[in-house]
């Protein structure tokens, strides 16, 4: 590879002006005119309940209301992996907030009044609040169909049980790893559920048109899963993929929680319920916490043995995810954690434990870190003690055991090239790691914390991107694709990439948002896999554009196509150095010839990319045999955190956070990655949690009680280091980045609280509060 | 029972016809068509349905038209009407934002806070945007814009 000239460099954000300027386009800001119909949902107030009836009659004969419908309009189920979700409650609510009606008005205020008038009688069943509640012997069923409901191949139910899915990994033998080991550690870490926090609710705006045709507006990570969840939904109703469009423009944060398909199957069902008129549904804030994904809570029992050497010999790790509800997507949060369990370490001798399991919260599903930031906190919490009971220092520790490209993955395949000891040197210098630091103020203690982290898209093996490109008149470029430009800056590094091999400056390329009708597949933007996948894609659309504008020189001018190459927008000849076309000459009208006749023609491209070398099949025992995993990206984080000790009060003076992006298309995306990630990993652990009283009732949802961090609150200095040791299939060497970079935060602060205090907090969050009743109970 | 009041929006004065419990953020939204601020939490807390109200940021969410009759409404439309400030060229540059959701509230929070200080410390931009919520970007980056600018304007001068 030559060398580069726009991959690699800080190219401003080709979204920028749109945001900045206000022209940017979310889904509520689209005007359907005096036609629209608004939605209202009537919700569930019990956590576990028999539906006996439902009475619409006074909400239908309130004016202006326009459709009531109810479970009995829409008896199906849907759902990504798992389907074991319904559109709306049938017999049985199942967590507090589910949806038990709608009503489709012509004002809000109108549907808000009407859906108050929806009577629904409930008997009242015992709920089930608690993962391992939910497993014990005579546990109540709360899907006795669970054996039923199609999945995907990779999920393993247990029938008459409330888990969902057992991912088990075996490799060696734990108990020989065990006996060889001169230090055992056995612990038991919790984390609990979180919220997403888009500053966009989720929105969608249905209109099933009077041909048939259905058009989804959404605030989506995921338009061709969605369409694909629509049509197989609403397949009774006669709706085809043909039929359906989705259509995604700006969404305002995603982080997992706009994946896959939570509240918009409600806009598609009722647009078909209102045939002809677009109906709108918005989630209120307090909405967007308890009915869209959460983040699953876990139970980590763990136990880790090392010999004196400090070779890790064995490592079991069980956890009992709370999954809630419904598990269609949560389900393969669980399965990837159960895959990865070992953390980002070579270990012989591994017996892991996923289970999901069913509870009456709300639906579990994907966040940013998608099961990896929950077990981290246990892992990399324990690697630090096991560390200090071998008398070791904990990153020396982590570098002996670190896992390196070549090396066995815990289900047999290997791991890819990894620059994960680079990260680890780097990060360690960045925080000063071995120096003790003291502060000035005797009621306040400075304590240093390091984690590793790694993740791995969890994707289904055909997980696959496409690009369509073309060129424009003046030589300007548009491509389309349907990844979704969540904030990550994916729009600016795929105009990088087709910058890269047609020599046209990324801001002369304009890429779109998804529309399912136009733009070509994507799976999801998800897995932090686009820049990746969907990168490849469009190399390979540009790539076969630039043979077509070869080709046409060729054929007008006669020059050798292994002689021409692109440069500065126009197309030049090794062997002629006075031969220089410009692009913008000849990419639509073509190049005319001598006779009058023109060669040539509008010059697009198309790519693809699948990853034909994943399998999710291996052995459902010991995850032995297949290839899950595309790559993992690899990192290291530390922090120096300061604590009052009468207060507790926890001040970040420095993180630093080291990741291996095999290739930085562009680093000032990448440290906003690291900088935005990192705050939001953080605040998991020093100020969010979701509280549920003993009816399963979220008590904080909003952001007067479940604080996300402000301005106010960031860390003092934040270093973002990036590593580059390339991923050979990746485009430019490129790997993801987007997920990894809150997953080390929890743990590392744990870490730095016990060399701060010499206390070990082992359950999420580690607040001031937590902080400060622990170092009470530790001076009685 | 509507009312008719007048509102100057972006510089242009015109008639709106409210309701008493018209909340202002959805008059400007579906009434005028001023689609920057946005409805994020409807209770004060987020801040991306900032806008200035006789050049001070205000919630609009939590103000009733009827309440602001006669008075001036600066949205992020505002600023960009002749051009883009140097605030936004400089927020361009940097790749500040990420999503973009919350970027008009704290565009107009900063181009504020300038007109009253052309040299904030840190400290009084971290302060100045801290109503505003982003998940996004931990923040640094739109403080580091801000002061970057500041600086290069205040030696400019």
């Not at chain 2, 016809?17 to 009434?31: H, K």
Request: a negative charge; glycine letters at 10%; one cysteine or more.
């Amino acid at each position: 590879m030559s060398e580069l000239t726009y991959v690699g460099g800080r190219a401003p954000r080709i979204d920028g002006l749109d945001k900045v300027s206000g022209a940017a386009e979310f889904v509520d800001d689209i005007d359907f005119g005096p036609d629209l119909l608004h939605a209202e949902i009537v919700e569930s107030p019990h956590p576990h309940a028999r539906i006996l009836g439902i009475d619409t009659a006074a909400a239908e004969a309130l004016p202006g209301v326009v459709k009531v419908a109810t479970g009995a309009d829409f008896p199906f189920t849907f759902g990504v992996y798992m389907k074991d979700r319904y559109v709306f409650a049938q017999d049985r609510v199942r967590f507090v907030g589910e949806q038990v009606a709608a009503v489709v008005a012509r004002t809000p205020q109108i549907a808000k009044r009407a859906a108050k008038l929806v009577e629904v009688t409930y008997e009242e069943l015992p709920p089930i609040l608690d993962p391992d509640a939910a497993i014990v012997a005579d546990a109540e069923l709360l899907h006795p169909d669970l054996a039923d409901y199609p999945r995907v191949p990779w999920f393993f139910p247990h029938e008459h049980t409330n888990i969902a899915h057992w991912r088990k990994t075996r490799r060696g033998d734990a108990e020989v790893g065990f006996a060889e080991a001169d230090v055992v550690l056995e612990d038991t870490y919790e984390v609990p559920r979180y919220a997403h926090c888009a500053i966009e609710p989720h929105v969608v705006v249905g209109k099933y048109d009077l041909a048939g045709r259905l058009t989804m507006w959404t605030s989506s990570q995921s338009p061709y899963t969605q369409r694909n969840v629509f049509a197989e939904t609403l397949a009774p109703l006669g709706l085809t993929h043909q039929n359906i469009r989705v259509i995604t423009p700006y969404v305002g944060g995603g982080f997992g929680g706009k994946a896959g398909v939570t509240m918009e199957i409600l806009g598609a069902a009722l647009a078909t319920a209102v045939q002809g008129h677009p109906v709108k549904l918005r989630w209120t804030r307090e909405q967007e916490f308890y009915n869209t994904y959460q983040r699953q809570g876990v139970r980590a029992r763990l136990k880790i043995g090392a010999k004196r050497d400090g070779t890790i010999t064995a490592l079991e790790h069980t956890m009992h995810w709370d999954a809630g509800a419904y598990v269609e997507y949560g389900a393969n949060v669980v399965n990837a954690a159960g895959l990865s369990a070992t953390g980002p370490y070579r270990i012989d001798n591994v017996t892991i434990d996923s289970l999901c399991i069913y509870t009456n919260l709300p639906p579990g599903g994907p966040y940013r870190g998608f099961g990896y930031s929950e077990f981290h906190f246990g892992l990399e919490s324990h690697i630090t003690r096991l560390a200090h009971a071998l008398g070791m220092d904990p990153v020396e520790f982590r570098r002996r055991n670190a896992i390196s490209g070549g090396d066995t993955l815990p289900y047999g395949a290997t791991m890819n090239a990894s620059g994960l000891q680079e990260a680890i040197d780097r990060t360690a210098a960045a925080i000063d790691w071995g120096v003790t630091e003291t502060s000035p103020d005797p009621n306040k203690r400075i304590g240093k914390g390091f984690a590793l982290f790694w993740k791995a898209p969890a994707m289904p093996p055909n997980a696959s991107s496409a690009s369509f490109l073309k060129f424009n008149e003046d030589g300007s470029i548009n491509i389309t694709v349907s990844g979704m430009e969540l904030g990550q800056g994916y729009l600016t590094v795929m105009a990088q990439i087709a910058a890269e091999v047609l020599a046209v400056p990324p801001h002369k390329i304009r890429v779109e948002t998804p529309d399912t009708d136009r733009n070509p597949y994507e799976w999801q933007t998800v897995a932090s896999h686009v820049t990746w996948s969907c990168g490849n894609a469009v190399h390979a659309a540009a790539v076969e554009a630039r043979e077509k504008i070869f080709d046409t020189v060729h054929d007008a001018h006669g020059y050798e196509e292994g002689t021409l190459y692109l440069e500065n927008e126009a197309v030049k000849c090794e062997t002629d150095p006075d031969f220089e076309l410009a692009l913008a000459d000849f990419v639509i009208d073509g190049i005319p010839m001598e006779d009058g006749t023109y060669r040539g023609g509008p010059i697009v491209g198309s790519g693809k990319f699948m990853p034909e070398f994943t399998s999710a099949l291996s052995d459902p025992e010991t995850s032995q045999g297949g290839h899950p995993n595309v790559h993992y990206t690899t990192g290291a984080a530390g922090i120096v955190l300061e604590i009052d000790i009468e207060t507790g009060r926890m001040h970040v003076q420095k993180v630093a956070l080291a990741v291996d992006v095999g290739r930085a298309i562009n680093p000032t995306l990448i440290e906003g990655q690291i900088t935005g990630g990192m705050l939001q990993g953080l605040a998991t652990v020093l100020y969010e949690d979701m509280r549920f009283d003993e009816h399963g009732r979220l008590l904080n949802p909003n952001f007067t009680d479940y604080k996300i961090p402000t301005s106010l609150d960031t860390p003092d200095e934040m270093i973002p280091i990036i590593v580059e040791v390339a991923q050979p299939d990746g485009p430019f060497g490129a790997r993801g980045v987007g997920e990894h970079t809150m997953i080390p935060a929890a743990p590392m602060v744990a870490n730095a609280v016990e060399a701060a205090l010499g206390l070990r907090i082992t359950s999420m969050p580690i607040t001031a509060e937590k902080v400060v009743l622990a170092t009470i109970r530790a001076r009685t | 029972m509507k009312h008719e009041i007048t509102l100057t929006v972006n510089g242009e004065t015109l008639p709106v016809d409210v309701s008493p419990n018209d909340v202002l953020l959805d008059t400007l939204r579906t009434q005028v068509g001023v689609k920057s601020p946005k409805i994020g939490c409807e209770r004060g807390d987020c801040g991306s349905c900032t806008v200035l109200l006789d050049g001070a940021n205000v919630r609009s969410c939590l103000i009733l038209a009827i309440e602001v009759d006669g008075h001036h409404i600066t949205t992020v439309e505002g600023l960009s009407n002749d051009g883009l400030s140097a605030l936004q060229e400089e927020l361009i540059a940097a790749s500040s934002f990420q999503c973009g959701f919350c970027a008009p509230g704290i565009v107009l929070v900063a181009a504020e806070l300038l007109e009253h200080d052309p040299e904030p410390t840190r400290d009084q931009v971290r302060e100045a945007i801290s109503g505003n919520l982003c998940r996004c970007t931990g923040y640094d980056p739109i403080v580091d814009a801000v002061l970057a600018l500041a600086e290069r304007e205040g030696s400019d001068s």
